[in-house]
Structure formats: structure tokens, C-alpha cells
């Protein structure tokens, strides 16, 4: 199982979702299927998570890539293209963001 540490190479990708309490559930089916589906399967990916707060307004996504290359690839996709197309319809925003992790304890 992988996991967080700083000094290594692994592109480290943290994404935010806002929706609804009522998109919520859709917005997390949607997000399993395309990890089990899609993104699992494509070149450089490690591993992912995904967290839902208590009042189900927010999932943050947390995955880990070989390169950042790899996962810059992925998202140009045709399919993930079609499928960030769909999650936006469930959401009110989201944001992917590439970090270097700085500090683990």
C-alpha cells in the first residue's frame, strides 16, 4: 500500500469537490466508477482516496502518480474528458492540484 512521504518522486494530486448533500452520493458513484474503470488502469497511477465530509457539501481526492506527466496525460483523454464533463454536472466546482509533499509525521 502506498504511502505519504516527502523526498521521493511521486506526483502527489489533491482534488476538490463542492456539491450538494443531494449530489453528493452521485458524485461519489461516478468518482468510483471512473477509478475502477478508467484512471486505475492508465500508465504512472499509484494509488487514490477519496474523503467525503460529514455534511456531504465536500470530497476531497487525494492520488498519487509516477510523474506529473502521466497524470497530464490521463486527463486529456477523450474518455476523461467526457467523464470531467459529467462530474461537473454533479458539482458546483472542483479543482485538481499537483503539491510536492513538504513534511510527514
Given at each position: 500500500?502506498?504511502?505519504?512521504?516527502?523526498?521521493?518522486?511521486?506526483?502527489?494530486?489533491?482534488t476538490?469537490?463542492?456539491?450538494?448533500?443531494?449530489?453528493?452520493?452521485?458524485?461519489?458513484?461516478?468518482?468510483?466508477?471512473?477509478?475502477?474503470?478508467?484512471?486505475?488502469?492508465?500508465?504512472?497511477?499509484?494509488?487514490?482516496?477519496?474523503?467525503?465530509?460529514?455534511?456531504?457539501?465536500?470530497?476531497?481526492?487525494?492520488?498519487?502518480?509516477r510523474?506529473?506527466?502521466?497524470?497530464?496525460?490521463?486527463?486529456?483523454?477523450?474518455?476523461?474528458?467526457?467523464?470531467?464533463?459529467?462530474?461537473?454536472?454533479?458539482?458546483?466546482?472542483?479543482?485538481?492540484?499537483?503539491?510536492?509533499?513538504?513534511?510527514?509525521?
Amino acid at each position: 500500500m502506498p504511502t505519504i512521504a516527502n523526498n521521493t518522486d511521486i506526483q502527489t494530486v489533491i482534488t476538490t469537490f463542492e456539491m450538494t448533500p443531494g449530489t453528493c452520493q452521485d458524485l461519489m458513484d461516478a468518482l468510483n466508477e471512473a477509478y475502477a474503470e478508467f484512471i486505475s488502469k492508465q500508465p504512472g497511477f499509484i494509488a487514490a482516496g477519496l474523503h467525503v465530509n460529514d455534511a456531504q457539501t465536500r470530497i476531497a481526492n487525494y492520488s498519487q502518480w509516477r510523474r506529473r506527466e502521466d497524470f497530464m496525460a490521463m486527463l486529456r483523454t477523450p474518455e476523461m474528458r467526457d467523464r470531467n464533463r459529467r462530474l461537473n454536472a454533479l458539482c458546483r466546482s472542483f479543482e485538481p492540484v499537483m503539491y510536492d509533499v513538504a513534511a510527514t509525521f
